[in-house]
Nanobody, 115 residues
Framework: QVQLVESGGGLVQPGGSLRLSCAAS????????MGWYRQAPGKQRELVATITAIDRPNYADSVQGRFTISRDNAKKTVWLQMNNLKPEDTAVYYC?????????WGQGTLVTVSS
């Protein structure tokens, strides 16, 4: 079964850190670009970070320098390390795969940044 399963969300105080994981199954993970998106309440889904099949990352301006995306093709997993979290980072975070013929999405994991 082709799927993406996220984990690692939760409640964290401003300035804290979380690490999100996305486990892929059912397809050849290593050949696809992967990414993380997020959707805050009342807002559209937005790009957070992407990583190409050849391990090149790209970040939204809002998270540059605070978040790090990485992948391990042997483990079929992509991570998002989030440091110095801010209340405006509160959102449901979704794992994405630039699959063919259409993108794959995980079910999402909620990140809440609040004191």
């Amino acid at each position: 079964q082709v799927q993406l399963v996220e984990s690692g969300g939760g409640l964290v105080q401003p300035g804290g850190s979380l690490r999100l994981s996305c486990a892929a199954s059912g397809f050849i993970f290593s050949i696809y670009d992967m990414g993380w998106y997020r959707q805050a309440p009342g807002k559209q889904r937005e790009l957070v970070a992407t990583i190409t099949a050849i391990d090149r990352p790209n970040y939204a301006d809002s998270v540059q320098g605070r978040f790090t995306i990485s992948r391990d093709n042997a483990k079929k997993t992509v991570w998002l390390q989030m440091n110095n979290l801010k209340p405006e980072d509160t959102a449901v975070y979704y794992c994405n795969c630039k699959f063919f013929p259409s993108d794959l999405w995980g079910q999402g994991t909620l990140v809440t940044v609040s004191s």
